[in-house]
């Protein structure tokens, strides 16, 4: 038996800095978040804003590959803050769904405001056509990981 490829090598050194990206960039934006603010409860928000329509608990854990356990306690905390309304399944009552409160706007909003600007001076240090060149294949590598799941 041999020992391990190039791709091996490769593929070790990708995601390595990948996971180490995400968790700088985590760091970064969470430090820059609005008091309160987690990036689960912005990313959130942000889908709800940018579905603006309702979504199940159930439809939100599968978008965001969590588990309903995770997803409701997310929900909870945003819907003590104010920032989604949850309301029963008029037709089945075991079922719920969820929608972005004018509070949870505005606070996806001040959180957006918060990250841009340093996820613009990220991509404008490393150039916008690298940038560019980059999301097919990150795009690639999520659709593939999410075919395993």
Request: glycine share 4%; net charge positive.
């Amino acid at each position: 038996m041999s020992g391990p490829s190039n791709n091996d090598s490769l593929s070790v050194a990708l995601f390595s800095e990948i996971f180490m990206a995400d968790q700088l960039a985590r760091n970064r934006l969470t430090k820059a978040m609005p008091k309160g603010m987690e990036i689960s409860h912005f990313s959130v928000l942000n889908h709800l804003a940018r579905a603006n329509d309702e979504r199940s608990p159930a439809q939100l854990a599968r978008a965001f590959h969590v588990t309903r356990g995770a997803m409701t306690n997310t929900l909870n905390k945003l819907e003590w803050a104010g920032h989604v309304h949850i309301r029963p399944d008029w037709d089945d009552a075991r079922r719920k769904f969820v929608s972005i409160s004018p509070s949870g706007r505005a606070a996806r909003d001040a959180a957006l405001a918060a990250i841009a600007p340093i996820l613009s001076d990220i991509v404008e240090a490393i150039g916008t056509e690298r940038v560019k060149a980059a999301l097919p294949v990150l795009r690639e590598m999520r659709i593939r990981l999410e075919e395993e799941n």
